[in-house]
C-alpha cells in the first residue's frame, strides 16, 4: 500500500524543526511501523538525505525506547501497543499519516523523533532507595504476600517509562508514569517504611522539572501500551496528601 | 499542618486545595437547592425559612465567609495550575486526536469563570438588591417570581446553570479522584454516578425558573 508520512525533522535541540512529507509507495501490511520508517531511512540514505532519527532498542513492545506522535495518538492507533508493535495492516491505503515527537516542555526534543527522557529517571531517583535488606536471595515465602496485591503491584510495575501518558495528557503532566512507579513499591511490605516520603519526594520532583498538573482527563491511561489505571494516580493523591498531612516537610532543593 | 502548607507549593498540592474548596461548594449547592425549592410550598414557607437564615445571625455570616474563602481559594489555585500546564508543553502538537477525555473537562476554567461571572450577578440581584425589577429585602418569594417571569432573567439563570452542569460533569468525580477517593471500580462513579449527580443538581435549580415561566409558580 501507499502511504504518504509527514515527519517531523529537526537537526538539533537548538533547531526550530519543520514537517517533511515522505511518500512511501510499497509498505506491506506485515511491516512493523519501525520497520516501514527503517525502509524509509535506507532509501534516505542511498540519496545522500540525514535519515530520520528515532528510538527503537527490543522491538517487542516491552522496553520503553520507542515512541512517538502517530496521527496524533501516541503510540498509534492500535491500543495497548507500542510503536515497534504497530504493524501497518492497521492503517488505510493512501492514508496521510503525522509522525511527530512527544512534546512536554521537561522531554525536549534531541533530533528529530528522539526526546531526552532523562527527567523520568530524575523522578525516579528523587524517590530514593528502600530499606529493605539485600544480599543473597531471601526464602521464597518468608514474606507472605496475597495474589492480588502482588497481582496490582505487578500492573503498576509494568510501566516500562516510554512516556506516552506525558505526550497524551493534554497538559503534559507525568503523574501516571510517577503515580506506576510509586504504587509498585507502596502496595508491598518492602516499600511501607519510606511509602510517603517517596510519594511527596516524586511528586516535588515532577514538579520542579515542570511537568504539568493533573486535570483528570484519563488520556494517559487511554493512551498507556501497559494500560496502567489511573487508578494508579488517586493511590499516588492518597500517599501524598496523607503524607503532607503526617510526615514534616522537606526543602524541595533538597529533593 | 506546616506539611499541608507546604504541599501547596506543588501542582498536586494545588488540586487539593481545589479539590476540597471545590467539594465544600458542591455541599453548599445542594444546601442552597434545599432552600431554593422550598418556593415550591408557597410563599410563607419560603419566607420564613429566609427568615430563619437571617436570624441564624454570627452562623449565617460564619457559613458566607467559609463559602467566600472556598471560592476565592478555588479560583487562584485554577490560575495558577492552568497557568502551569499551559507552560508544560509550549510546542503543541500539529495532530492530536483525543482518546478519552470530555469537552466538559478541557472547558473547566471557562465554565468555571462564566459561573463565576453569574454568581456575581446573581448576589447583586438577591442578595445585595441592587438589580432586577423593585425588590423587598422582606419578601423572597416575591422577588424570585417577579424576576424569573422575565424571559431575559430567567433565560440568563439557565444558561448558567447548563455551565455550571459542564463544570459539575467533570468536577463531581473529578473532586474525588484528586482526594484518592477511587478504586480499581472508577469507570462507573466517573461515567454514571458524577455527572447524574450533576444533572440532579442542575435540574432542580433550573426548575425554579421554568415552574414561574410556566406559571406554576406565581
Known amino acids: ?255 | 499542618m506546616l506539611a499541608v502548607l507546604a504541599s501547596y507549593r506543588t501542582l498536586l498540592g494545588k488540586k487539593g486545595a481545589m479539590a476540597i474548596t471545590g467539594a465544600a461548594l458542591f455541599f453548599f449547592l445542594i444546601g442552597h437547592l434545599l432552600g431554593n425549592i422550598q418556593i415550591f410550598f408557597g410563599p410563607e414557607h419560603l419566607n420564613n425559612y429566609a427568615a430563619f437564615l437571617k436570624s441564624t445571625g454570627e452562623v449565617l455570616w460564619l457559613l458566607r465567609a467559609g463559602v467566600l474563602a472556598c471560592f476565592l481559594l478555588h479560583i487562584y489555585s485554577s490560575l495558577l495550575v492552568t497557568v502551569a500546564n499551559q507552560q508544560a508543553r509550549p510546542q503543541g502538537y500539529a495532530a492530536k486526536r483525543s482518546l478519552e477525555t470530555s469537552a466538559a473537562a478541557r472547558t473547566m476554567i471557562y465554565t468555571g469563570s462564566m459561573v463565576l461571572l453569574y454568581v456575581i450577578y446573581h448576589l447583586m440581584m438577591f442578595t445585595f438588591l441592587r438589580t432586577g425589577p423593585g425588590y423587598s429585602p422582606h419578601d423572597v418569594y416575591r422577588n424570585v417570581v417577579l424576576s424569573f417571569q422575565q424571559p431575559a432573567i430567567s433565560a440568563v439563570y439557565i444558561a448558567a446553570m447548563l455551565l455550571l452542569g459542564a463544570h459539575l460533569f467533570h468536577g463531581a468525580w473529578s473532586m474525588a479522584h484528586t482526594l484518592g477517593l477511587s478504586g480499581p471500580g472508577y469507570k462507573p462513579w466517573r461515567r454514571m454516578v458524577g455527572p447524574a449527580v450533576a444533572a440532579a443538581i442542575v435540574a432542580g435549580y433550573i426548575s425554579i425558573p421554568v415552574a414561574v415561566l410556566a406559571g406554576w409558580v406565581r
Open chain 1, 1 to 255: 500500500m501507499k502511504l504518504t508520512l509527514r515527519i517531523w525533522r529537526q537537526d538539533g535541540p537548538r533547531d526550530k524543526g519543520k514537517f517533511v512529507a515522505y511518500p512511501v509507495d510499497d509498505v506491506a501490511e506485515d511491516m512493523s511501523f519501525l520497520e516501514m520508517l527503517d525502509v524509509l531511512n535506507e532509501r534516505l540514505t542511498l540519496k545522500g538525505e540525514r535519515p530520520v532519527a528515532f528510538d527503537s532498542d527490543c522491538r517487542e513492545g516491552i522496553c520503553g525506547a520507542c515512541g512517538f506522535m502517530v496521527s496524533g495518538v501516541a503510540h498509534g492507533p492500535q491500543k495497548l501497543t507500542t510503536a515497534c508493535q504497530l504493524f501497518m495492516r492497521h492503517f488505510k491505503d493512501g492514508e496521510t499519516v503525522v509522525v511527530e515527537p512527544f512534546r512536554a516542555r521537561a522531554l525536549p526534543v534531541l533530533k528529530d523523533l528522539i526526546i531526552d527522557r532523562s527527567a523520568l529517571d530524575a523522578i525516579v531517583q528523587a524517590g530514593g532507595f528502600i530499606s529493605a535488606r539485600t544480599g543473597s536471595a531471601p526464602e521464597a515465602n518468608a514474606m507472605l504476600i496475597a495474589k492480588p496485591v502482588a497481582d496490582r503491584s505487578m500492573d503498576a510495575a509494568a510501566c516500562i517509562g516510554c512516556g506516552a501518558c506525558i505526550a497524551a495528557c493534554p497538559n503534559a503532566s507525568a503523574m501516571l508514569f510517577t503515580a506506576a512507579k510509586v504504587s509498585h513499591l507502596g502496595l508491598l511490605p518492602q516499600g511501607q517504611p519510606e511509602r510517603r516520603q517517596r510519594a511527596l519526594r516524586m511528586v516535588a520532583k515532577m514538579n520542579e522539572l515542570g511537568f504539568g498538573g493533573c486535570s483528570n482527563h484519563g488520556e494517559c491511561e487511554a493512551a498507556c501500551p501497559k494500560g496502567i489505571s489511573i487508578d494508579f494516580i488517586a493511590r499516588l493523591n492518597r500517599d501524598y496528601l496523607s503524607g503532607s498531612l503526617f510526615e514534616k516537610p522537606e526543602p524541595l532543593s533538597s529533593v
